[in-house]
């Protein structure tokens, strides 16, 4: 049904995906659920997207939040992918659970789409309800804008939107509905989509939009399609560099959860490490530790070179040379992943300048890390309030490592590098807590309050993590218990995708 209601449309569209190719996507509507309620609305980034927070939490705004209700400009649709998952060749994956509402551009320009998801069953559910349960909605909700918060670029959480139906699950479970806003939803697995069906006219209106849409200064290029593949690698480069320096861990880097905007997407079994390890997992179908922590590097590379493949056919209309000019762009992913990797984690020790054996100071830091189960987070946070000598606080910091000599060691060599700078301690712990945060979204954290939520329906301890995530390089007195590690029995060692 259209909104006949007011002349304002309440999401201003401007839609582009819609207009290309039908094979590109199934055009239905969401299915309505029978009693929507509001769990939360992200009143800041309504307001980003030019939209008015008290329509959207009015019940014609939920309406729409929910699915029920189409709104004026929408053009609703599910978009069609395929992709690898776990290294498995999938031809067609596509929007089994989510519609595209339609496109905006928010107050800065860009353009956004927005997405409902888990908003019934698509031409590409195969056997999938189409739905998502309260638990993983809110997961997402409260790890995407917790990623946003620390300045890593995401697909962000606008609203969550309780069903009022259980979904069957390997228990009953209440369902959700959650408003994704993305710069697009366009994934590496769309390319390989139209490139798994020989259609290169597919590939060719896929990429011109792309670029249009999300690499302009491509076009420029001699090569617009090269150009546009090394953009892509270079986002990603970054994307996940920045993933490596806050110790997030995605858990399903398979190529249909990579955007190509370079936003993290799909928070599925994700988490972010407590004490450091390069294998660690979370997610209980990855037997294998194909997306461990230390692996993160490698897949986006190997689904880069997925992407590379799929663009082949454009890239030069000799196939060699194809072939010649993508590998080498692939393989531009190491240095430019190690030029953001190491220009993150000189900050992070309070490094202005790069010098010879900077690089080996920081791995042996990780290195004594891993060996001593010592906290990601907590070692670099605390390393920050170090830098002012008359605290005399070491142990702040050894305290975290099982054999607190691993680090003393270590910090001898460190102060020793910090004051070949000689910078002054005000402004050297200033810059290392801008870029070491205090609070991340800690697994024990995100599960107890996605617990209290289902189990008691008791939405405080959910609001008071969004809250105190919200500003995670900020030390938040009150609230210093939210940046501790979990106790021994309250670890979680296994995360869900819950689809
Ligand atoms: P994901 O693991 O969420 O990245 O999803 C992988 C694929 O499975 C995508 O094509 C999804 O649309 C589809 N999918 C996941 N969960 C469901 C569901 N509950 N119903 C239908 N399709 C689903
Ligand atoms: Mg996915």
Same mark, same amino acid.
């Given at each position: 049904?259209?909104?006949?209601?007011?002349?304002?449309?309440?999401?201003?569209?401007?839609?582009s995906?819609?207009?290309?190719?039908?094979?590109? +996507?199934a055009r239905?509507?969401?299915?309505p659920?029978?009693?929507?309620?509001?769990?939360?609305l992200?009143?800041?980034?309504?307001?980003?997207?030019?939209?008015?927070?008290?329509?959207?939490?009015?019940?014609?705004?939920?309406?729409?939040?929910?699915?029920?209700?189409?709104?004026?400009g929408?053009?609703p649709?599910a978009?069609?992918?395929?992709?690898?998952?776990f290294?498995?060749?999938?031809?067609?994956l596509?929007?089994?659970?989510?519609?595209?509402?339609?496109?905006?551009?928010d107050?800065?320009?860009?353009?956004?789409? *927005?997405?409902?998801?888990g908003?019934?069953?698509?031409? +590409?559910?195969?056997?999938g309800? %189409?739905r998502?349960? *309260? %638990?993983? &909605?809110?997961?997402e909700?409260?790890?995407?804008?917790?990623?946003?918060?620390?300045?890593?670029?995401?697909?962000?959480?606008l609203?969550?939107?309780?069903?009022?139906e259980?979904?069957?699950?390997?228990?009953?479970?209440?369902?959700? &509905?959650?408003?994704?806003?993305?710069?697009?939803h366009?994934?590496v697995?769309t390319?390989?989509?139209?490139?798994?069906?020989?259609?290169?006219? %597919?590939?060719?209106?896929?990429a011109?939009?792309?670029?249009? !849409?999300?690499y302009?200064?491509?076009s420029?290029?001699d090569?617009?399609?090269?150009?546009?593949?090394?953009?892509?690698i270079e986002?990603?480069?970054?994307? &996940?560099?920045?993933?490596?320096?806050?110790?997030?861990?995605?858990?399903?880097?398979?190529t249909?959860?990579?955007?190509?905007?370079?936003?993290?997407?799909?928070?599925?079994?994700?988490?972010?490490?407590d004490?450091y390890?390069?294998?660690? &997992?979370?997610?209980?179908?990855d =037997?294998r @530790?194909?997306?461990?922590?230390?692996?993160?590097?490698?897949?986006?590379?190997?689904?880069?070179?997925?992407?590379a493949?799929?663009?082949?056919?454009?890239?030069?209309?000799?196939?060699?040379?194809?072939?010649e000019?993508?590998?080498?762009m692939?393989?531009s +992913?190491?240095?430019?992943?190690?030029?953001?990797?190491r220009?993150?984690?000189?900050?992070?020790?309070?490094?202005?300048? #790069?010098?010879?054996?900077?690089?080996?100071?920081?791995?042996?830091?990780?290195?004594?890390?891993?060996e001593?189960?010592?906290?990601?987070?907590?070692?670099?946070?605390?390393?920050?309030?170090?830098?002012?000598?008359?605290?005399?606080?070491?142990? !702040?910091?050894? @305290?975290?490592?099982?054999?607190?000599?691993?680090?003393?060691?270590?910090?001898?060599?460190w102060?020793? !590098?910090?004051?070949i700078?000689?910078?002054?301690?005000?402004?050297?712990? !200033?810059?290392?807590?801008?870029?070491?945060? #205090?609070?991340?979204?800690r697994?024990?954290?995100?599960?107890?309050?996605i617990?209290?939520?289902?189990?008691?329906?008791?939405?405080?301890?959910?609001?008071?993590?969004?809250?105190?995530l919200?500003?995670?390089?900020?030390?938040?007195?009150? =609230?210093?218990?939210?940046?501790?590690?979990?106790?021994?029995?309250?670890?979680?060692?296994?995360?869900?995708?819950?689809?």
């Amino acid at each position: 049904m259209q909104d006949p209601t007011t002349d304002e449309a309440i999401f201003p569209f401007d839609n582009s995906y819609a207009l290309l190719p039908e094979r590109f +996507f199934a055009r239905l509507p969401p299915t309505p659920v029978s009693e929507p309620s509001l769990i939360r609305l992200n009143e800041s980034l309504a307001l980003v997207l030019g939209l008015n927070p008290e329509r959207l939490s009015a019940p014609e705004g939920i309406e729409v939040l929910a699915g029920n209700r189409v709104p004026q400009g929408a053009e609703p649709l599910a978009m069609a992918y395929a992709g690898f998952q776990f290294g498995s060749w999938v031809p067609q994956l596509g929007d089994g659970r989510a519609i595209l509402l339609g496109e905006l551009i928010d107050c800065e320009g860009v353009r956004r789409d *927005v997405q409902l998801k888990g908003s019934g069953r698509t031409p +590409f559910s195969r056997g999938g309800d %189409g739905r998502a349960a *309260v %638990g993983p &909605v809110l997961r997402e909700y409260i790890i995407s804008e917790a990623m946003a918060a620390l300045g890593i670029p995401t697909t962000r959480s606008l609203a969550a939107v309780a069903t009022g139906e259980r979904i069957r699950r390997e228990t009953d479970l209440p369902g959700a &509905v959650l408003t994704r806003v993305a710069q697009s939803h366009i994934r590496v697995g769309t390319f390989q989509f139209f490139a798994g069906r020989r259609d290169e006219a %597919g590939i060719r209106v896929l990429a011109d939009h792309v670029i249009a !849409r999300h690499y302009p200064e491509a076009s420029d290029s001699d090569n617009p399609i090269l150009a546009l593949l090394g953009a892509v690698i270079e986002r990603q480069a970054e994307l &996940v560099a920045r993933w490596q320096l806050v110790g997030f861990i995605h858990g399903v880097m398979n190529t249909d959860n990579m955007s190509i905007a370079g936003e993290t997407i799909d928070y599925g079994p994700c988490a972010f490490m407590d004490s450091y390890h390069p294998d660690t &997992v979370y997610s209980s179908i990855d =037997h294998r @530790g194909r997306y461990a922590y230390g692996n993160q590097p490698s897949i986006a590379q190997w689904n880069l070179a997925g992407l590379a493949n799929a663009l082949l056919p454009l890239i030069a209309d000799d196939q060699d040379t194809a072939v010649e000019l993508a590998t080498e762009m692939i393989q531009s +992913f190491r240095t430019r992943f190690e030029h953001y990797y190491r220009t993150g984690l000189q900050p992070k020790l309070g490094l202005a300048e #790069a010098r010879d054996g900077d690089r080996e100071l920081a791995q042996d830091l990780l290195k004594r890390m891993a060996e001593n189960g010592a906290d990601f987070t907590l070692t670099f946070r605390r390393l920050s309030d170090l830098v002012d000598e008359s605290l005399r606080n070491d142990e !702040r910091v050894s @305290g975290l490592f099982e054999d607190p000599a691993a680090f003393d060691e270590w910090a001898i060599r460190w102060r020793r !590098r910090l004051g070949i700078e000689r910078r002054p301690a005000a402004e050297l712990q !200033r810059d290392m807590r801008s870029v070491n945060p #205090a609070f991340i979204p800690r697994n024990h954290r995100v599960e107890e309050a996605i617990k209290a939520a289902v189990e008691r329906s008791d939405l405080e301890p959910f609001e008071q993590l969004i809250e105190v995530l919200a500003t995670p390089y900020e030390d938040q007195p009150p =609230h210093e218990d939210y940046a501790e590690p979990p106790r021994p029995d309250q670890i979680v060692r296994e995360t869900f995708c819950g689809t």
